[in-house]
């Protein structure tokens, strides 16, 4: 059975970094593209970014260009987000997401990953 665990989380200070990663488990992902999603209370689930197969080409949103960098080692089977400068409106459950069997370039919409990890908080404080 597929399966994606984030880890990393936590509670930082604003201007601090975190680095999340995801172990995926079940079938190699190594040739699909991987993303990352978060999702803040009362508010809808958003991009932050994304990576293909070979991690050669990587895609961000705005709110995370300049401070978030995303990875991925395809022998270990895990991608990670390392981010720097953190802000408190980053404070959110962070979700690893995985394309389905074919799709080896980057999505940014979630509808475009069959995959998911539980989650993993990040709170940012002031």
């Known amino acids: 059975q597929e399966q994606l665990v984030e880890s990393g989380g936590g509670l930082v200070q604003a201007g601090g970094s975190l680095r999340l990663s995801c172990a995926a488990s079940?079938?190699?992902?190594?040739?699909?593209?991987m993303g990352w999603f978060r999702q803040a209370p009362g508010k809808e689930r958003e991009f932050v970014a994304a990576?293909?197969?070979?991690?050669?080409?990587?895609y961000y949103a705005d709110s995370a260009k300049g401070r978030f960098t995303i990875s991925r080692e395809n022998a270990k089977n895990t991608v990670y987000l390392q981010m720097n400068s953190l802000k408190p409106e980053d404070s959110a459950v962070y979700y690893c997401?995985?394309?389905?069997?074919?799709?080896?370039?980057?999505?940014?919409?979630?509808?475009?990953?069959?995959?998911w990890g539980q989650g993993t908080q990040v709170t940012v404080s002031s």
């Open positions: 079940g079938r190699t992902f190594s040739s699909v593209a």
């Open positions: 990576i293909n197969w070979s991690g050669g080409s990587t």
């Open positions: 997401a995985a394309r389905g069997v074919g799709y080896d370039d980057y999505e940014n919409l979630s509808m475009g990953y069959d995959y």
